[in-house]
Every structure is written in C-alpha cells, then in structure tokens.
C-alpha cells in the first residue's frame, strides 16, 4: 500500500481561480503534515505545515487535515500566475528516533493569466 | 536568507564511475539530510545525519552510498559504482534541530551514461 498518494494533475487555471490540492495517506503514525512547492530546477520549499486536524492559513494559503478520514487539502485562494509550481504534500514519520519526511508524487499546477 | 548550497548543478558520469555530490548545509543547523527524485517520481528519504553519524538510512541507501561531513561546513554523498539507475536529481537538506523544518538545496542533477 502506497504511502502517500497525490493526484500527479497536471492542473490548469485562469488567474484568480480557487485551487484545490490533495492527498490522502495510510499510516497513521505520520506526525506532521506540510506542503512544499518546487519550481522547475529546484528543491522543495515548504509553504505550510500543521499536526492536528483542522485548517491552517497563511494569506492566500490554507492548508486542511482531516486525520480520520486521512486527507491532506491545499487551497490556494485567488491564484496568480507566480503560483504555477509543483505541489508535492509531504508527512513525517519517526522511527528509531530519526524522523524521514515521505512526499507524494506531486500536482503540477499551472496559473494562466 | 539562509540557504543550502548544493555542487555541481549537473554531473554527466560514465557507469561504474564514482562520485561525490557536494552539499553545505546552514551553518547553524545540526541535521543533515539526502533526498532523491527519479525523473517523474516521488521525493525519496535516502539518509539522515546528525553528530557525525547515520541516524538512519533508507533501502536505497547501500553499501554503495556513503556520506560524509568532511571539514565542519560540507556534506557529501558519494556513490561508489554509479549505475544507470542512480540517474535522479539529488537533494540535500539541513535543520536546525530533528524537525520538520529541512531546507532544502536546488540539488544536484546526476546522469549516469
């Protein structure tokens, strides 16, 4: 059973559109809870993180985690085309005391303008 | 603002050759990390490091695979035998702390011919 499974898209909207970005996950000993978005040629970069269910904002940003039901949604409010990335969620799993971060595959989303 | 520089952008390498891909972490930061991407795959947890030791390392990471922190600021990983599949870009990452705060480096594009 996958770990982390995330819709590959690729997603395509006009500028100002409300973007939703999901996964879901199987174990639920995963902790943390994030998202990072990668430009071409580049690594990730962490946009928001939480550990307990409920939503998280940050400006245009809010991240969503229902753990019963193991879901893991992104939504990005009035979208602009420097928003146009890679999308990858991302859980924490600690084992022997060291703790690995285990990504999906990632939605390429592209912003139109 | 801080960053994770990682050497060289892009290596070419012939099979069975060796190399080493070159990492310096945030100065300040004590855990160190090696991610790896296969053209259209996941992010995958190679190693973690920490007080100059492997806290752990995932089934990828072989007797092939080693790391190393030099002199203090750099962080290696070298790959012994390279093989076709080692073809990926490589990600180096570094916390201040075991969290889940990493930054990650703009990586290294290894090809393997």
């Known amino acids: 059973q996958k770990e982390v499974e995330q819709d590959p898209g690729p997603l395509s909207v006009p500028e100002g559109a409300i973007v939703s970005l999901n996964c879901t996950y199987s174990?639920?000993?995963?902790?943390?809870f994030m998202w990072y978005r990668q430009y071409s040629r580049k690594g990730p970069e962490l946009l928001m993180y939480?550990?307990?269910?409920g939503n998280k904002e940050d400006g245009r940003f809010t991240a969503q985690v229902d753990k019963s039901s193991k879901y893991i949604s992104l939504f990005i409010r009035d979208s602009q085309p420097s928003d146009s990335a890679t999308y990858l969620c991302?859980?924490?799993?600690?084992?022997?005391?060291?703790?690995?971060?285990?990504f999906g595959k990632g939605t390429k989303l592209t912003v139109n303008p | 603002e801080p960053e994770v520089t990682q050497t060289p952008s892009h290596q070419v390498t012939q099979m069975g050759q060796e190399v080493i891909l070159r990492c310096v972490p945030i100065?300040?930061?004590?855990?160190f990390y090696w991610y790896r991407q296969i053209l259209g795959q996941k992010v995958e947890f190679l190693v973690s490091?920490?007080?100059?030791?492997?806290?752990?390392k995932s089934e990828i990471f072989d007797d092939q695979f080693s790391v190393e922190r030099p002199d203090g600021s750099n962080f290696t990983l070298k790959i012994r035998s390279t093989k076709l599949e080692d073809s990926a870009m490589y990600f180096c990452a570094s916390s201040e702390w075991d969290s889940d705060l990493y930054t990650f480096g703009s990586g290294t594009r290894l090809t393997v011919v």
């Open positions: 991302a859980v924490t799993l600690t084992q022997g005391g060291s703790e690995k971060l285990v």
């Open positions: 100065s300040n930061h004590l855990y």
């Open positions: 490091f920490y007080n100059n030791e492997i806290s752990e």
């Open positions: 939480t550990y307990s269910s």
């Open positions: 174990n639920s000993a995963f902790q943390y």
